[in-house]
């Protein structure tokens, strides 16, 4: 049972965090859930989706906060890549991928 309510709890303050983006800017959902005193797991860190940083993910003890690059409130219409590759892994249980700077200069 405790399971499903961490699940519950999860998945709504996900929908509360994206559905707000545009009000609330990401520092002030950062400090609202850092006066939860949550153990954070994986630090704050860039994600990337096809060689581009997607957004920012730090996942704490019960909650993971996730941000889409460029997304705005309706961000399926505006970055329908990134969205689909944040919402795939939220259900997988899965964080995204780490973004790596890779050296593409030639010469």
Not at 19 to 40: D, E, Q
């Amino acid at each position: 049972m405790q399971d499903c309510v961490r699940l519950i709890t999860t998945i709504v303050l996900t929908v509360v965090i994206v559905c707000c983006y545009s009000v609330v800017p990401v520092t002030s959902t950062r400090y609202a859930i850092n006066k939860l005193k949550l153990p954070i797991k994986t630090a704050w860190r860039p994600w990337s989706t096809d060689g581009e940083v997607g957004g920012y993910v730090v996942e704490y003890d019960g909650l993971t906060f996730v941000t889409v690059r460029g997304a705005r409130l309706l961000f399926l219409s505006y970055q329908p890549t990134r969205a689909i590759t944040m919402i795939s892994l939220f259900l997988g249980g899965a964080l995204p991928p780490p973004f790596s700077i890779q050296n593409n200069s030639r010469g």
